[in-house]
């Protein structure tokens, strides 16, 4: 019973993963349907709420936004009290809008000031006297206003400058983790990789229940491709926060360190989440043709090119399944994309299209059907392609 509530709750995690996905991609609807699906599989799974009811705020179902944001609220007080005024205050209820604002700048989800006033949602609040009030009330704590100053200077490339801010924050308050989370990740973008992950230990130190540490960690030794040390960070930070799923980051360590079966359906749910990720979706179907399963590469070869045409490695792909599969005429017109692009790969191209052409009369004994082999040959020679040399007798 236990591994069979377990199952239920790890689907209804990997589900919220696929609807937040489409919450990006600003398909609402979708998102709805899909965070409800959660909701079905595990009630209690508080950022679903959160999130459905910013689908329903976006589609204008303020009714619905309302009633998930409080729902959400009894999860984790005051996440959504910002999100319940700009619906109340949408709805012409002045005085629920300002009581929910003023609770959510009294708690751990306050924002500055310039964020609320630029907010359009709360158009029909800005000619009320309190508006004024709330704007100008200093909210804000010294370790609050020093989190400010690190984002406007790494927002404008001051880093050292950012990470001083960091460490006086820290002096102010070592138990609050946003500024060691802050200054780790600078000193990884600026590739001082030791001292950052010093700093993830740090945090991991300061509280070891926290995912973010080890996920901050594994983030570094994944960009070094160090992946025998990232995967169990990645795993370990999966497991202290659900919510929370590397699929992509640890497909590709499972997949560096021999995993390759493993590392393969991790990738799959990742596209399953970001369904719009064309690069991905190819480099899954490069994997899957690798590992030979040419039926599973050509669908994502096939997805990859219907999100985006430009892309010759895309074709390149989906005529090497189609080559394998003999299916030469979808594969010659693959190949001949390619070639048309000019791209780095028009000699392979070129003598791929001329072995297609090649097979195919090997069969069917029409002389049209190896009509340009030795052209394609010549040129594939001309992009360096030494092996085509190999066929040029037969040309003669």
Not at 92 to 108: C, N, T, V
Request: overall charge neutral; hydrophobic content about 35%; aromatic content about 12%.
């Amino acid at each position: 019973m236990f591994f069979i509530i377990s199952a239920l709750g790890q689907n209804a995690y990997l589900t919220y993963n696929k609807a937040y996905g489409q919450l990006l991609y600003e398909n609402y609807e979708g998102a709805i349907a899909l965070f409800t699906q959660a909701i079905n599989e595990k009630p209690d799974i508080a950022d679903a709420y959160s999130f459905r009811g910013l689908s329903y705020h976006k589609l204008g179902q303020l009714d619905k936004a309302i009633e998930d944001y409080i729902k959400d609220n009894s999860f984790k007080k005051d996440r959504s009290s910002y999100n319940l005024a700009c619906a109340y205050a949408l709805q012409g209820k002045k005085d629920d809008a300002f009581r929910l604002l003023e609770q959510s700048q009294k708690s751990e989800y306050k924002k500055q000031a310039n964020i609320i006033e630029s907010d359009t949602d709360f158009e029909k609040l800005k000619s009320d006297p309190r508006w004024k009030n709330l704007l100008t009330a200093d909210v804000l704590t010294p370790y609050d206003k020093l989190m400010v100053e690190v984002n406007e200077k790494f927002g404008a490339k001051n880093f050292e400058g950012s990470i001083q801010a960091c460490e006086k924050a820290i002096g102010i308050d070592k138990a609050d983790k946003r500024a060691w989370i802050s200054k780790a990740y600078i000193l990884s973008q600026l590739e001082k990789n030791d001292e950052s992950i010093a700093e993830y230990d740090k945090l991991i130190g300061i509280d070891a229940s926290d995912f973010e540490g080890y996920a901050g960690k594994a983030n570094v030794y994944f960009k070094l491709q160090k992946y025998s040390q990232a995967l169990p960070l990645y795993e370990t930070a999966a497991a202290k926060n659900p919510y929370y799923m590397p699929l992509y980051e640890m497909g590709m360590c499972k997949f560096g360190t021999g995993k390759k079966d493993a590392g393969i359906e991790d990738i799959k749910k990742y596209c399953e989440i970001f369904t719009k990720d064309d690069m991905t979706l190819y480099t899954c179907g490069r994997f899957l043709y690798d590992m030979e399963r040419d039926n599973e590469a050509l669908i994502y070869a096939e997805k990859a090119i219907a999100l985006n045409k430009s892309i010759p490695e895309y074709f390149m792909l989906r005529a090497y399944v189609n080559h394998v599969k003999k299916n030469w005429d979808t594969a010659i017109s693959d190949y001949s994309q390619v070639i048309v692009a000019n791209d780095k790969n028009a000699g392979e191209a070129y003598y791929k299209r001329g072995l297609c052409k090649a097979e195919k009369f090997a069969i069917s004994k029409n002389a049209s059907d190896k009509s340009g082999f030795c052209s394609d040959m010549k040129s594939a020679i001309k992009h360096g392609i030494t092996e085509a040399a190999q066929y040029t007798k037969l040309c003669e």
